[in-house]
């Protein structure tokens, strides 16, 4: 069973703090990632794709990728309280199934005004 | 309007009873998908379809069934409810031929309570 984990916090942050989250994944065929962004009693909503090493910068996030180390993130910066959200990490397996995902249990992200 | 129309929004049932959620879409993506979200364990795949003669099980199918009525429409069935299905059930919509065949497009939920 391939494992996608993550801290499920709560993540506490100051408003207009960074905030970071974190995702370690065991397929190191895995070729996809992504960061789902749910609000509480929502449905999740794609924020970031990354497909290859290094950082990826969207607005005020950043997503990073690290495949020798199997780990991703996403940065959040100048974090408003309307980023209080949890935050799931997808991940693709290896062998071409990219359409079946693989979620985390997500982080729990408060911004505190 | 929603994209991705999942109803019921909200059902309470009991043991042994048969339920059905249904899903609609008007994205015009082929493929479909049923997950269950639950405190702690995330979402997890039970059924995908690739079209309507394409199914597919996922990682926790036992005791659910499904049906691709139309390009349009997925419906999700237990046959014999219990307690331990109860959970947050979304249906969700991916486009492959856009490249990011990643991105799922969720409906709003359904969230079913077996007593």
Known sequence: QKEVEQNSGPLSVPEGAIASLNCTYSDRGSQSFFWYRQYSGKSPELIMSIYSNGDKED?????????????????????????????????????????????????LLTVNP | DADVTQTPRNRITKTGKRIMLECSQTKGHDRMY??????????????????????????????????????????????????????????????????????????????????
Do not use: H, M
């Open chain 1, 59 to 107: 607005g005020r996030f950043t997503a990073q990728l690290n495949k020798a180390s199997q780990y991703v993130s996403l940065l959040i910066r100048d974090s408003q309280p309307s980023d209080s959200a949890t935050y799931l990490c997808a991940v693709t397996p290896s062998g071409g199934s990219n359409y079946k995902l693989t979620f985390g249990k997500g982080t």
């Open chain 2, 34 to 115: 049923w997950y269950r979200q639950d405190p702690g364990l995330g979402l997890r795949l039970i059924y995908y379809s690739f079209d309507v003669k394409d199914i597919n099980k996922g990682e926790i199918s036992d005791g659910y069934s499904v049906s691709r009525q139309a390009q349009a429409k997925f419906s999700l069935s237990l046959e014999s409810a219990i307690p331990n299905q109860t959970a947050l059930y979304f249906c969700a919509t991916s486009d492959p031929t856009g490249g990011n065949t990643g991105e799922l497009f969720f409906g709003e939920g359904s969230r079913l309570t077996v007593l």
